[in-house]
């Protein structure tokens, strides 16, 4: 080792003094932050060479050393420490999946819960008496369109009756067992529901045809049917109430037995390919709400109003028409004695007031109403002697105080003055 120094020790001392001149070069040197080195100290400061030169030799061994740590903790995390999540990866789908079937109940839950509101205004508002069933079951037949509903005898269904949907009719319940019921579809070609169209208010019979389309059938020709119609109950069947909603007119065509009648395919208001829950109505007879009862209360009682203020007034009228001057008879009848506590004046109300009696004329001639004149007798006419220009007695002033003498007398002779 000594005879290395020996040896080469003119050439270590010459590598020690450049090594030391280049370390303080690199000392007093700064490279900018444009990259250029420089020693004027009015150039801006920027990072020493040395320290350049340190970051360039250590940075690639610590590179790796962070490299291989990475890599050692993912084949740890990665690989090693992976020996439960196969049983973990199992138990979480078995959780998504019942999940998943919880959504799906929750979510047909809230579509029937909102069904079964719509159901229920309706069924509050409607004028008559209904009774909520749910579709159990159908036919299983193309052919024949009939569904079953939960309730039957023992809730009070009986045959016949109307079966509904807040959007419109869907049926009539055609057997009836202790706990369920059949409902015969419109639909079906054996149903019948009388119908009128709301705009030409023109009447047929709605059935379904071979394919299920409710039709309108029995109706002449006419022009004034177009598509997009209306179609409602005509409450002649004696099932359906009038004005209930049956659909609207889709196409008119022909009919193929009939030269002049024509058929009207009918698109149903009510979904008959997919019903939940219906309506069975139970009476025809109309039920009210209470805000309708407060109101036809406070109706009759504006009515009572009315007609004991006409009462009055006509009393008051009597009473006036009994007072008024020259309209009431002396000559007439007395009064009938009523009972106590009755007014004389003012008669009840349910009979008709008596038209006033009139004066007896003074000089009823052939002109008065009633009066049937006498003809002249001839003593009368011929007066006897002695007695042309004797002037007659004046009559008295007061015609009212003899009334009955006055009407006694004959009539005027022609040709007298009186």
Partial sequence: MDSFFVRYRNLLVLLVVLLAQIIGLAVQVRRTSSGRNTLDPRDPTGVRLIRLWADAIVTPPEQVFHATKLG????????????????????????????????????????????????????????????????????????????????????GVVPDMAVITPDGIVGKVREVYPHSAQVLAINDQTSGAGVILETTRIRGILRGDADGRPQIIGILADQRIQPGEKVLTAGGDLVFPRGLTVGEVVRVMPDPDRDSFIDVIVKPAAHLDRLDEVLV??????????????????SEALKGAQAAAIR???KASQIMAERLPGLADPNAPPPVNLPPGQDQAAPPAATTPAAPKLLHPFRPDRFTPGAKPQPPREEEITPPAGQENKPETKPESNPVTKPLQQTSSPPAPPGRNP
Avoid: C
Avoid at 118 to 135: P, R
């Fill in 312 to 314: 009055e007034q006509q």
């Fill in 72 to 155: 050692a903790v993912a084949m740890w995390q990665n690989y090693i420490d992976l020996r439960h999540i196969r049983e973990q990866n199992q138990d979480l789908q078995k959780t998504v999946d019942r999940l998943r079937l919880e959504q799906a109940s929750l979510l047909e839950d809230a579509r029937q819960g909102e069904r079964l509101q719509a159901l229920l205004d309706f069924q509050q508002k409607y004028i008559y008496k209904t009774l909520a069933a749910q579709a159990i079951g159908s036919s299983g037949s193309d052919s024949s369109r009939v569904f079953y509903i939960d309730k039957g005898q023992k809730d």
């Fill in 281 to 298: 109505i139970t009476s025809t007879e109309p039920r009210f709400s209470a805000e309708q009862q407060k109101d036809m209360a406070t």
